[in-house]
């Protein structure tokens, strides 16, 4: 069974940053992407960077410029660094990863950008 496990949030200023982890665990062949989504309070879920096996990524237009996807395929591990962090960036961020079969999500790390 795959499984997603994320860490690195927390509570930041405005201006401040983070980085965010997600570890992969489990019997796992190809991962097509990895992501991370988020969801803010009353708010649907929404893509904020993805990267594919090719290396591709892309960015959702309110976090280019300031947050940059990067992966460890040996290790498993995607991040996100999150720099330049706004009030309106609260939210919870879920890990995603896209293999054959179900897609997999993590539970998720709180975000909150607040002085």
């Known amino acids: 069974q795959v499984q997603l496990v994320e860490s690195g949030g927390g509570l930041v200023q405005p201006g401040g940053s983070l980085r965010l982890s997600c570890a992969v665990s489990?019997?796992?062949?190809?991962?097509?992407?990895m992501g991370w989504y988020r969801q803010a309070p009353g708010k649907q879920r929404e893509l904020a960077a993805i990267i594919n096996a090719n290396d591709r990524i892309n960015y959702a237009d309110f976090v280019k410029g300031r947050f940059t996807i990067s992966r460890d395929s040996a290790k498993k591990m995607v991040y996100l660094q999150m720099n330049s962090l706004k009030p309106d960036d609260t939210a919870v961020y879920y890990c995603?990863?896209?293999?054959?079969?179900?897609?997999?999500w993590g539970q998720g790390t709180q975000v909150t950008v607040s002085s």
């Open positions: 489990g019997s796992i062949g190809v991962i097509y992407s």
């Open positions: 995603y990863v896209n293999i054959p079969g179900p897609d997999v």
